[in-house]
């Protein structure tokens, strides 16, 4: 079971003066590595032809981007001691969003960074990615994923849309696994209403 300090974590950041986030569990504690991905049903055929999307980098909420899973509890912040994720969370985030997009199928073929042209350029932004303790620092918590995406011409910059994809989903325990397999199911479900408003005609 996890139990975060949220009372030592709070009085530790007084008593050294700092701010952000902190991680309390011993250094010889041996980290678990873990990764969440998406795998979506391939899409029924759309309308129009295929488009070229170029994807640039995502404005990753800056306390969640690394390999520390973060957690908060009310105005309390720390992170997961014992596991982390395998690669930085935005890298996987980055990932997942590449496979989404190939798993799908859909109208939206993904380009990356050189010199390869693309119609659109797809920007996003996660502002929250994070396990959210909702019923105290020992109940079971919920994953919570907040993206913003911006589709826009290349030819001219301008925007053809911009939407908010909110995902919650709950950990069945409070244990890094479960925690885990609920970053699966926020992502999937946050990055595949994504997947499918890029794929709709006129994006």
């Given at each position: 079971m996890i139990r975060p300090a949220w009372t030592a974590a709070a009085a530790l950041t007084l008593a050294l003066g700092l701010g952000g986030c902190i991680t309390l569990f011993p250094k010889e504690t041996p980290a678990q590595l873990y990764r969440f991905d998406v795998s979506l049903p391939a899409a029924p055929a759309a309308?129009?032809?295929?488009?070229?999307?170029?994807?640039?980098?995502?404005?990753?909420?800056?306390?969640?981007?690394?390999?520390?899973?973060?957690?908060?509890?009310?105005?309390?912040?720390?992170?997961?001691?014992?596991?982390?994720?395998?690669?930085?969370?935005?890298?996987?985030?980055?990932?997942?969003?590449w496979h989404a997009f190939n798993t799908a199928g859909g109208r939206a073929r993904l380009v990356g960074p050189g010199p390869g042209k693309a119609e659109y350029r797809l920007i996003m932004e996660v502002s929250r990615f994070e396990t959210r303790y909702l019923s105290g620092p020992t109940a079971a918590p919920t994953v919570v994923v907040h993206l913003h995406a911006t589709l826009e011409r290349q030819s001219d910059l301008g925007v053809v849309g911009e939407?908010?994809?909110?995902?919650?989903?709950?950990?069945?325990?409070?244990?890094v696994g479960p925690i885990v397999e609920a970053y699966t199911q926020a992502t999937t479900q946050a990055v595949g209403d994504m997947v499918t408003w890029v794929n709709q005609p006129g994006g």
């Open positions: 309308a129009g032809g295929p488009i070229s999307v170029r994807v640039g980098a995502v404005d990753f909420d800056a306390a969640a981007s690394g390999d520390r899973i973060l957690t908060v509890d009310g105005d309390q912040v720390a992170y997961v001691g014992g596991g982390r994720w395998e690669s930085p969370a935005s890298e996987l985030f980055t990932e997942s969003v939407k908010e994809f909110d995902a919650t989903a709950p950990a069945s325990d409070n244990r």
